[in-house]
């Protein structure tokens, strides 16, 4: 089975902190994403890595940004956390190939920032 | 128009019945599709894949049309355990990287 760790599943930060949240996967996927879920907005991706190294941009990248330094990790950084950045966030992963390779992911974590 | 639509629900249902969800997305191009359910306060989880061919697995059977670009999924003989979000999620290239969901449909399944 495939596992998608997420590092925290709950997590309270204050407004102006460095957040990090960390995925990792032990499957070997090509591809991790970050999202966020909010009630009524349903998932919003904020970026998407497909190499090492590699980050493209999603719907909602302001205020955030990635690292993938290794194949198995993706980190989602908040610069400078503020209150609309309370949510629940998800890594998720997949396979780069053959066609029709599903999403995988982690359990989530609550952030809240106050 | 959203990429993706889905029936807006809320469905309740007693259980043992059949419930049917229905989906369409936008874009012809579209490679894959999936259903997903999604639990109170939980992640997606991943319910099924969609063939053209259309699928069964147990209870839940998924059929896709593309030439009206529409996606269903129907569970019969729901349970309890049924109660949850699905989502209708279409991916959107070859390399499992352009996935778009779908709002989601809540499903409660009544004693």
């Known amino acids: 089975d495939v596992k998608v760790t997420q590092s925290s599943r709950y997590l309270v930060k204050r407004t102006g902190e460095k957040v990090f949240l960390e995925c990792v996967q032990d499957m070997d996927h090509e591809n991790m994403f970050w999202y966020r879920q909010d009630p009524g907005l349903g998932l919003r991706l904020i970026y998407f890595s497909y190499d090492v190294k590699m980050k493209e941009k999603g719907d909602i990248p302001e205020g955030y940004s990635v690292s993938r330094e290794k194949k198995e990790r993706f980190s989602l950084i908040l610069e400078s956390a503020s209150t609309n950045q309370t949510s629940m966030y998800l890594c998720?992963?997949?396979?780069?190939?053959?066609?029709?390779?599903?999403?995988?992911f982690g359990d989530g974590t609550r952030l809240s920032i106050l | 128009r959203k990429e993706v639509e889905q029936d807006p629900g809320p469905f309740n249902v007693p259980e043992g019945a059949t419930v049917a969800f229905n989906c369409t997305y936008s874009n012809s191009a579209s490679q894959s599709f999936f259903w997903y359910r999604q639990d109170c306060r939980k992640e997606p989880k991943l319910l099924m894949s969609v063939y053209s061919s259309g699928n069964e697995d147990g209870r839940f059977t998924a059929q896709l049309n593309r030439a009206s670009q529409y996606i269903s999924l129907l569970i019969r003989d729901s349970k309890l355990s049924d109660s949850a979000t699905y989502l209708c999620?279409?991916?959107?290239?070859?390399?499992?990287?352009?996935?778009?969901f779908g709002p989601g449909t809540r499903l409660s399944v009544l004693p």
């Open positions: 999620v279409v991916n959107l290239n070859n390399y499992g990287q352009n996935f778009v």
């Open positions: 998720a992963s997949s396979f780069k190939g053959p066609a029709g390779q599903p999403q995988h």
